[in-house]
C-alpha cells in the first residue's frame, strides 16, 4: 500500500470520527434537555411498585436471579456448575 493510499485512509477514518463526535454531541445536546418535573418519579414508591406488576418487572427478577445463580456456580465445584446450568436456563426464558 503506498503512502498515498494510506494518508488517504487515514482522512477517511478521522473523518468519519469527527463526523460520529460530532454527532453524538448534536444528539446528546437533545436528548438530555432538561426535564420539567425533575427525576421524581424514580424514587415514587407507587411508580416502583407499578414496575414490579408489569412484565418488565419479572424481566429484572428473572435477570438478577440467574445472574446470581450463573456467578455463584462459577465459583463451586461440581455442584456449582449444576447451579450456573440453571441460571443459564433461567436467562432462555
Do not use: K
Not at 478521522?14 to 445536546?29: K, Q
Not at 418487572?57 to 440467574?66: F, K, S
Amino acid at each position: 500500500m503506498s503512502s498515498l493510499a494510506l494518508s488517504n485512509s487515514f482522512i477517511v477514518i478521522g473523518g468519519a470520527i469527527a463526523a460520529a463526535i460530532l454527532m453524538s454531541l448534536a444528539l446528546e445536546r437533545v436528548a438530555f434537555r432538561p426535564v420539567r418535573g425533575g427525576a421524581d418519579g424514580l424514587t415514587d414508591p407507587e411508580m416502583l411498585g407499578l414496575l414490579w406488576q408489569t412484565p418488565v418487572g419479572n424481566v429484572l427478577v428473572y435477570r438478577v436471579a440467574n445472574t446470581v445463580l450463573i456467578i455463584v456456580g462459577a465459583f463451586m465445584s461440581l455442584v456449582g456448575q449444576r447451579i450456573a446450568l440453571v441460571g443459564g436456563l433461567i436467562a432462555l426464558f
